[in-house]
């Protein structure tokens, strides 16, 4: 090696302050995770607060580090770019170190634990480690005062940091979309080269109600940020013995008694409520999978049993078809409905997906009358709730009409099932909750013809248990 020592020595007051500056900063990013332990349990709300603006700031330094190396090599035809490429990997160090603070006061603040959320914190702090030794490593490289190997001192950090980005960067998006983010639709092949796929979700029976029905809706909703990758409020849902252990606020499941349980709670708050689950804007569990949890939690929150009394469950099938274009009706349709005192929302900004017809705001008013004036947007309409609504067994002719009908929520109504089989015309019906009504075996008996029903709830009926049993092919087995 033929270079001179005192070449790469800082040789000005202002690169020994930075040098002292860094080494103090990497000192205290690496001391914070001991002071300050992620131990799951939740702190100041404002910190929560804060660190809320860490997934909005972490893009610029991400976008920023990226930029460097690509300025450098164009740098090789335009030197200016160099300059540019000296002033970008500055804004870095206050970029990256910013995007760490955040993350960890969301973090702590929340009791976020778990080893992707470990993980991902030591890479926010390798990665700005990295960043301040390249801005400290490139002065002596561009101007060429190093020899031998130590002129690729600086190109080879760069390479680290870009390595440490994309890896920190993975952590991150394990913990939004789930650790199976990338290999939930991986091809078979690729996952067998790769050694990744499902992992057992519990030790419970494998053919058990919650491991068919209950766990697929937390892994799908909850387990993101109740799992083995992260822990916040040092609750996990990923598996059933886990689930009922609890978190840092007790019990979340108690079997028997759903209205006490905070599962239940929780996924039934008003979406606008900071205790709403699933939480930072993801979409709430619809009505029947909050029915499932309910029933579930109701008869005992078995993880064994493979049926339940009240309810029968067919396998999924083809989605339904599309319904019409209801744009131009749209402002007739919500006319119609503050004169009922209900509202009346879109599945989506697709009109494919049709209308959710909801009565919670009226349900004592909203008697056979009301759902009749409907009916003319009745092809459009692809759930009713009508639970705890003044509907009687004449509504069954309105019923009817609602050809695109998916679910229909009649629970704890004056319904007693005499005239149940004019909804057989609903071929598009997946879902039918009668729980809480007088129904009966004899009047419940036209839904056994009903292939299409998938959810049925006859919980706390006469009906009880459900009109189908395991071994009866081509009817709906009894799944709760």
């Given at each position: 090696m033929n270079f001179e020592f005192s070449k790469i020595r800082p040789q000005s007051r202002l690169a020994k302050i930075l040098w002292v500056a860094s080494l103090l900063i990497s000192l205290a990013l690496l001391l914070v995770p001991f002071v300050f332990r992620l131990d799951g349990k939740t702190h100041a709300d404002w910190q929560q607060f804060l660190g809320r603006f860490h997934p909005l700031v972490i893009h610029l330094p991400i976008g920023l580090i990226l930029l460097v190396p690509l300025l450098e090599v164009a740098g090789v035809v335009r030197p200016a770019l160099r300059e540019a490429a000296a002033f970008v990997l500055a804004l870095c160090i206050p970029a990256s170190l910013s995007a760490v603070?955040?993350?960890?006061?969301?973090?702590?603040?929340?009791?976020?634990i778990g080893v992707t959320v470990t993980r991902h914190m030591w890479g926010g702090i390798a990665l700005s480690i990295a960043v301040m030794l390249c801005a400290l490593a490139r002065p002596t490289w561009s101007i060429g005062a190093l020899d031998g190997p130590l002129r690729f001192a600086y190109p080879s950090l760069m390479a680290l940091t870009i390595l440490?980005?994309?890896?920190?960067?993975?952590q991150g998006g394990s913990l939004t979309h789930g650790d199976t983010y990338l290999s939930q639709y991986m091809p078979a092949p690729l996952k067998r080269l790769l050694r990744v796929g499902d992992t057992a979700n519990s030790s419970s029976a494998s053919g058990s109600f919650y491991v068919k029905q209950i766990h697929?809706?937390?892994?799908?909703?909850?387990?993101a940020c109740h799992g083995a990758s992260s822990i916040k409020g040092g609750l996990r849902l990923d598996s059933y013995e886990a689930m009922m252990k609890g978190g840092e606020e007790g019990a979340v499941v108690l079997p028997g008694n759903p209205e006490k349980s905070i599962l239940l709670q929780r996924i039934t708050l008003p979406t606008d409520h900071k205790k709403f689950m699933p939480a930072e804007g993801k979409p709430p569990l619809k009505a029947d999978e909050i029915a499932l949890i309910q029933t579930w939690i109701a008869q005992g929150a078995s993880g064994s049993a493979t049926t339940l009394s009240g309810v029968a469950v067919r396998e999924e099938e083809t989605p339904p078809p599309p319904v019409g274009d209801y744009s131009k009706l749209l402002g007739e349709v919500q006319q119609t409905a503050k004169a009922a005192g209900v509202t009346v929302t879109q599945v989506s900004r697709n009109p494919g997906d049709g209308l959710i017809l909801n009565t919670i705001d009226a349900s004592a008013n909203f008697g056979d009358a009301q759902l009749a004036s409907f009916t003319k947007f009745a092809p459009y309409i692809v759930e009713l709730g009508l639970a705890r609504t003044a509907v009687t067994d004449a509504s069954f002719d309105t019923l009817a009409k609602f050809t695109q009908l998916h679910a229909l929520h009649l629970e704890?109504?004056?319904i007693t099932g005499a005239g149940l089989q004019k909804l057989a015309s609903l071929q598009q019906l997946r879902y039918l909750n009668l729980s809480g009504t007088k129904v009966s075996a004899a009047t419940i008996t036209p839904l056994s013809a009903m292939k299409q029903l998938r959810h049925v709830y006859l919980f706390n009926t006469p009906a009880q248990p459900s009109m189908a049993t395991p071994e009866e092919p081509g009817k709906a087995r009894q799944a709760l």
């Open positions: 603070l955040l993350g960890y006061l969301l973090a702590y603040g929340s009791g976020d440490l980005l994309a890896w920190t960067a993975h697929p809706i937390l892994d799908a909703n909850c387990v704890d109504t004056a």
